[in-house]
């Protein structure tokens, strides 16, 4: 094939604890470590092998977000994706906004398969990858543990909750992946330097057919209840009283 | 009155848990309940029946469902929902598969993971891992479609005998590029995850899939099912349907053992609505002490043949 899409979303890293700003609004992310969603990495990767392996010329990362974004962007490219595209737009994108706006540079790009992680750690909303799909009348293939590229069709292990699921798909297509299809490569120096001179372009959301509205309105984010703390017990035999006391054992 | 479609979630011929689950939310919302069930014959549609609060099955039969193909299914339950206000589905595997494919047809929002329901139109769900809840609102006017996070809900009861409604297949068009080749699923007598009522993982210090027999032979004395953290599962002590987490399964059961678990905020998400959270670890210094109910610090390959013999 000619072309991979990838999707790159911008999101708190995965090690950062979690807080939730005082006024309810959101969560902190003012002085927070970003990074590209773990899935959306595993997806590059994945996008970068295919076509070392020599069945695809070229990797385009695309993101939606704010300007920051290009960071991600400009990650993927020294990973190694070979051009990046950022749709500027700040605030709260629902995913059906998200797979809209990115249908409309599917238009644009025409790529022979389409890859983004099976969700995005921070609204785990688990949507755009089959939507982007679903617009575009192509197959899809979520959750993807095992990818393999023959000509025009692809052959994608799925992790499900029935165990592991395979299934053949035409290209083009939408793969979204899961934890264990690769370990996404570290970036080294020099390709950071590279990556400075690769071509990113940024259109602004406005300038895009894309409706940026929602019809979901929230009301608010607040930390999960806590939980009451526990006790410490010192042996087996503590244990079991405990657990007897408690009813869960007879 | 308010009119709400549920996706059934089958496999292998049986009806799952998941179904009455997202059934019960469903009855937070109105007593007008309906399920969809597609299948290749109506003999799982007719379990459906049985769950409480429902009014109507409706069963549509045809060799495309054989085996469930989210392409395939959502532009036929896009056209049953016209009727309906409301479309749920369960925020499994399957639900995430299918739901969104429904919100592109349809061209309305999708709420993932809805974990209770505030108000009609009113939902919590979990975000950030389940480290932030989000209270949402959907726009009057507009159709719901949702995914129910499945271990806020409990099962509901079999006492029904619902209305079982054979339905012509709408005419639509159905796609041939996605092709269904073979399920794995590892067979076992152990009481399914999601179900259980007591729960014992297994992480990285379990150390090898032979240890994980000390696991089982533990979980057979209790009635227990068996899960595992990723790291576990990446090392290939046992198969990926046993990963608990925030991408592997969140489950609710009564008693949950963390065994050479650390705590991490991913496998964390997966039991948060746990009833009691024991943690078994030989670091006093475990993350997984700061949220369990019980706490002792052993080394496991001590202390599991020791609770062993004492159920005996
Ligand atoms: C995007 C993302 C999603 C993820 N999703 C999930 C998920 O769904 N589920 C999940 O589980 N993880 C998930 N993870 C991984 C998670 O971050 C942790 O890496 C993982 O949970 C660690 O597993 P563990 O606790 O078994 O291993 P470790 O962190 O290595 O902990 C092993 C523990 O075993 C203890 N131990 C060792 N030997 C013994 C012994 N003999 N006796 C007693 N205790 C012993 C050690 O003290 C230690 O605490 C995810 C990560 C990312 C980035």
Redesign the interface.
């Known amino acids: 094939m000619e072309k991979i899409l990838v999707c790159i979303k911008r999101v708190i890293d995965y090690n950062v604890k979690i807080r939730v700003k005082p006024d309810e609004s959101g969560v902190v992310t003012e002085g927070v470590k970003m990074s590209i969603n773990p899935f959306d990495e595993i997806a590059l990767e994945e996008a970068l092998r295919i076509k070392e392996n020599g069945d695809a010329v070229e990797v385009v990362i695309v993101s939606i977000g704010p300007d920051d974004s290009q960071q991600q962007l400009r990650t993927g490219l020294a990973m190694g994706a070979d051009r990046a595209i950022l749709i500027k737009h700040d605030g709260e994108i629902e995913p059906l906004t998200v797979a809209k706006a990115l249908s409309e540079i599917v238009e644009d790009e025409n790529p022979g398969l389409i890859m983004m992680g099976k969700q995005a750690i921070d609204d785990d909303s688990s949507q755009t990858g089959q939507i982007l799909a679903q617009l575009c009348d192509i197959p899809q293939a979520t959750f993807a543990s095992k990818v393999s590229i023959q000509e025009e069709k692809a052959t994608v292990v799925r992790e499900i909750d029935q165990g592991l699921e395979t299934l053949e798909i035409d290209l083009p297509a939408i793969i979204t992946t899961d934890l264990r299809l690769n370990e996404p490569r570290y970036v080294k120096l020099p390709d950071i330097m590279k990556a400075k001179k690769k071509v990113l372009d940024v259109i602004e959301s406005g300038e895009l057919k894309t409706d940026f509205s929602s019809s979901i309105e929230v009301i608010n984010v607040t930390p999960p209840p806590p939980r009451e703390s526990g006790v410490m017990v010192n042996d087996v035999e503590e244990l079991v009283v405990a657990l007897k006391e408690k009813g869960l054992l007879s | 009155m308010t009119k709400i479609l549920v996706i059934a979630e089958h ?1 292998d011929g049986e009806i799952l848990s998941a179904t009455s689950k997202t059934v019960n939310c469903a009855s937070q919302i109105s007593e007008s309940i309906d399920i969809l069930v597609l299948g290749d014959d109506s003999a799982v549609a007719s379990q459906a029946t049985t769950i409480d609060a429902v009014s109507n099955v409706l069963s549509i039969s045809n060799e495309a469902f054989g085996y469930p ?3 395939i299914m ?1 532009p036929v339950v896009a056209e049953i929902s016209s009727e309906y206000d409301y479309i749920l589905l369960p925020s ?3 639900g ?6 429904i ?3 349809l ?7 809805i974990m209770s329901v505030e108000e009609p139109r ?1 939902f919590k769900r ?14 009057e006017g ?1 159709k719901v479609l949702g995914t129910v996070r499945t271990a806020s809900f409990k099962e509901l009861g079999n006492s029904n005998s619902a209305n079982l409604i054979e339905t012509e297949m709408p005419s639509v068009n159905i ?1 041939s ?10 067979k076992t007598e152990r009481p399914d995850l ?1 179900v259980a009522s ?1 729960v014992i993982s297994g992480g990285r210090g379990v150390g090898s899939a032979e240890n994980f027999e000390l696991l089982y032979q533990l979980a057979d004395k209790l009635g227990a099912s068996v899960g595992a953290s ?1 790291a576990a ?2 090392a290939g002590f046992v ?3 046993m990963q608990v987490g ?2 592997g ?1 969140i489950i609710a059961p ?2 949950y053992f963390a065994i050479g678990i650390s705590g991490a ?2 496998h964390i998400a997966g039991i ?1 609505d746990a ?4 943690a078994v670890n030989k670091d006093a210094d475990a993350p997984i ?1 700061e ?8 080394d496991l390959f001590e ?1 599991i043949p ?2 062993t013999s ?2 005996d």
Not at chain 2, 126 to 139: D, F, R, V
Not at chain 2, 275 to 278: A, C, N, P, Q, S
Request: hydrophobic share 45%; glycine share 4%.
């Open positions: 496999f193909v989210s392409s959502a499994s595997t399957f995430k598969d299918l739901a969104p494919r919100s592109a047809i061209d309305v929002n999708q709420v993932t993971d009113i979990p975000i950030y891992a389940g480290n932030a809840i989000q209270t949402i609102k959907i726009a507009k796609p590029h996605t092709r269904f080749i073979k399920i794995e699923s590892e999601q007591i990723r599962v990446d198969p990926n349907d925030q991408t399964k009564d008693l905020i991913q948060k009833g009691t959270i024991v002490f949220i369990a109910d019980i706490g002792i610090v052993a202390f020791q609770l004492k159920l």
